[in-house]
């Protein structure tokens, strides 16, 4: 079996795997969650048996790293804004595309938010989908539904 | 049949920022491999008068160099991920020292490697013949009977052609220094125009 070049899978999924960092571990996060999700990537590639199911092998990866980051980040103390004396700075960080909707997607239960992500931004199978989140074909697909179910609900733009 | 939520969402993904600045990023990721003993393969494009250059190392030096124009790079790394490891990363700084090296020979201002080498990629007859080879100074040549002698089997001139063919590391070791009995200039991986040039860069022939 042979596994392709690590370079190779950095280069087709890294802008994808940004994109679910920012999902679901939010914009502060994103950075952290994607260089960790790639740290643990390469650390435990050499022993994958399997080369059919690369992306959902990562995905679920990415998918632990922001759990891991999101409890961090809750046990953590949050430090004190500076003294109030200027004016707040204006947010530099880019346009995160809807953030209002992002903060919705991260509301999900994680299979739920890891499913809506995958399954309508990028289109992946349900096949690959139920490999991803260890579950069956049809469980997928009900993740799927009912995250969208609640997104419809819960957001008004 | 695609709902307004699934295509909000789809809309939304297109305008989420991209990963930082690539090569920031990844050169991060190669710095942190290496740190943690995780970067087998380490590979880098080098420019050269030849053409692009794919040079990779692994901790123990360099181990596969090609010319890009003639062996396309995604054939090689899969080779190196199948036959070295397939934590192979892209990594410039990580092969500097080959790209020093190389930039001062093709000025014409070195005249030996001094680059650590590692050999995993050959076997038996073929590192015999290349360390032979890796023995022939700059602008000297030798003949591929001579090569098959040294490497200890006189008889296997054809074997010793096969394994200069097989050269990992060309230029490095420098395979095009090896001719045939009579001066003829024999073959070379990545074409004759290029053993040619290496040739009369060093001054061995005019």
Redesign the interface.
Known sequence: M???????L?DEH??D???FC??SAG?DE??DC??ET??AA??A??KLRRTDNLRAWLFRIAQNKAIDLHRGRSRRPVAVEALPESVSAPDE??????PE??AE?RRLPTKQRTA??CR??LGMPYSELAQLLESSEDAARRNVFEG?KK??EE?N? | MTSKIESALREAADRLPDPPDPAGAVSALAERASAEGMLDVAYATVDSPLGPLMVAGTPRGLVRLSYSQFRDDEAVLSDLARRVSPRVLEAPARVDRVRRELDEYFEGHRTKFELPIDWTLTRGFTTEVLRATAAVGFGHTTTYSEVARTAGSPRAVRAAGNSLGSNPMPIVVPCHRVLRTGGGLGGYTGGLERKEFLLRLEGAII
């Open positions: 042979n596994l392709p070049p690590f370079q190779a950095l890294r802008v795997v940004f994109r920012v999902a914009p994103a950075d994607f260089q790639w740290i390469l650390r590639y050499p960080r880019p346009s995160n595309g809807e909707l992002w997607v809506v992500f309508s931004v969208l997104l419809k957001w733009p």
